[in-house]
């Protein structure tokens, strides 16, 4: 129980270009979920939470107008990276945590590889 | 300050070893949880226990056990007669406020030679 997907598993793209990454909850209902990202050999770095049917919250530092999140179902929620750049290149993991699942445990999905040339 | 700290950046061990890895928290909350998740090659971070800050009881769960002391403000992860699929990186973390974020230690990253 309490798996999370995410897709694409990698993505390659060009600078300039958009992308988005899904991020579903399988077999829970998830009432909020959770956008790291993480640099090679480093820990996660919280950058926004959401919850389902209201505007996301991002941590300080994190550009809303580049990073767009939609979480508009109770299974699904979208990272779009907008206008990307090569130093967006990282790793992209989302989590989720709600009903259905050991509360206050996020579970998280396998990540997404951003490279953008 | 909400912290949590793992000291140990790298650890390597031969096969059947018992290998500690170290986690220490920081907060002023009296309600908290505590987490540990290992993140293999491949990068989906695996949930292992979390634990609340009114039960100190240890845990076993089969070569895996944790160590949880409110008194040091630590909350250990020992894995017993290591194997080469245990090589991974583990974070611990921290749900320290009520806004439900995890704050993570910065890893240890565990090496099991064969």
């Known amino acids: 129980g309490a798996v999370v997907s995410q897709h694409p598993s990698r993505v390659i793209c060009k600078s300039g270009t958009s992308v988005k990454i899904e991020c579903r909850s399988l077999?829970?209902?998830?009432?909020?979920m959770f956008w790291y990202r993480q640099f090679p050999k480093q820990s996660l770095m919280l950058m926004a939470t959401?919850?389902?049917?209201?505007?996301?919250?991002?941590e300080q530092g994190v550009e809303k107008d580049k990073f767009l999140i939609n979480h508009a179902s109770l299974t699904l929620s979208t990272l779009t990276v907008t206008s990307a750049h090569p130093e967006d290149s990282s790793f992209y993991i989302c989590?989720?945590?709600?009903?259905?699942?050991?509360?206050?445990?996020?579970?998280f999905g396998p990540g997404t590889r951003l490279t953008v040339l | 300050a909400q912290k949590v700290t793992q000291a140990q950046t790298e650890i390597s061990v031969v096969e059947k070893e018992d290998v500690t890895l170290d986690c220490v928290y920081e907060?002023?909350?009296?309600?908290?949880?505590l987490f540990w998740y290992k993140q293999p090659p491949s990068g989906e971070l695996v949930f292992l226990i979390r634990?609340?800050?009114?039960?100190?009881q240890n845990e076993i769960s089969g070569r895996y056990s944790w160590n949880f002391q409110k008194s040091t403000s630590s909350f250990n992860f020992t894995i017993t007669a290591s194997q080469v699929v245990d090589s991974a990186v583990y974070f611990c973390?921290?749900?320290?406020?009520?806004?439900?974020?995890?704050?993570f230690g910065s890893g240890t990253r565990l090496l099991v030679r064969p």
């Open positions: 634990r609340n800050s009114f039960d100190e």
């Open positions: 989590s989720a945590s709600g009903t259905g699942a050991s509360t206050d445990t996020q579970y």
């Open positions: 973390a921290g749900e320290m406020d009520s806004s439900y974020k995890l704050i």
């Open positions: 907060t002023r909350d009296t309600t908290y949880y």
């Open positions: 077999d829970f209902q998830a009432t909020t």
């Open positions: 959401s919850n389902e049917g209201s505007k996301a919250t991002y």
